[in-house]
């Protein structure tokens, strides 16, 4: 079985931290596990776009492609744009992608949402601000 390509989509910033979060992202994802092709795009003002990642999926060899947005939750990105550059209906999370001469599947995934990793989060970064500041 091969690579799986991730496509981890930022919503982009004029903040440079906020372009260098997503990327300092995907390269954890890549550590943490061999078995992905990672990479990062943007919806707006960063790059790469998330159209121009796609297009340098297509040259690799990937038997998958996954699609992870790095939101919150569900807005007009999630639920019509991305989507639409993915060429899914809206509300489809699952289509087909031309990568390396084939036709692949391509898998959209949900944003964070509410998971009780993000609390966990909450809580590790308000325990860390008390510490800082009693």
């Known amino acids: 079985m091969g690579k799986k390509g991730l496509l981890l989509v ?3 910033s004029k903040k440079p931290y906020n372009k260098q979060l997503i990327e300092e992202t995907a390269q954890t994802i890549a550590q943490k596990d ?9 919806m707006s003002i ?3 776009t ?3 990642q796609l ?8 038997d998958t492609l996954v699609v992870v947005p790095l939101f919150l939750a569900k807005g007009v990105h999630i639920l019509k744009d991305i989507p639409d550059i993915l060429g899914l209906e809206e509300g ?9 001469g084939s036709e692949i599947p391509l898998i959209y995934a949900q944003p964070i ?3 009780p990793l993000l ?3 909450m809580l590790k970064n308000a325990y860390q601000a008390i510490d800082e500041l009693l």
Do not use: C, Q
């Open 10 to 12: 930022g919503h982009g």
């Open 34 to 42: 061999d078995s992905f092709l990672v990479k990062s795009g943007f």
């Open 46 to 48: 960063n790059e790469p």
């Open 50 to 52: 998330v159209e121009e």
């Open 55 to 62: 297009n340098a999926f297509r040259n690799e060899d990937i």
């Open 92 to 100: 489809s999370y699952a289509g087909t992608f031309r990568a390396n």
């Open 113 to 115: 949402g509410s998971d």
């Open 119 to 121: 609390a966990e989060l």
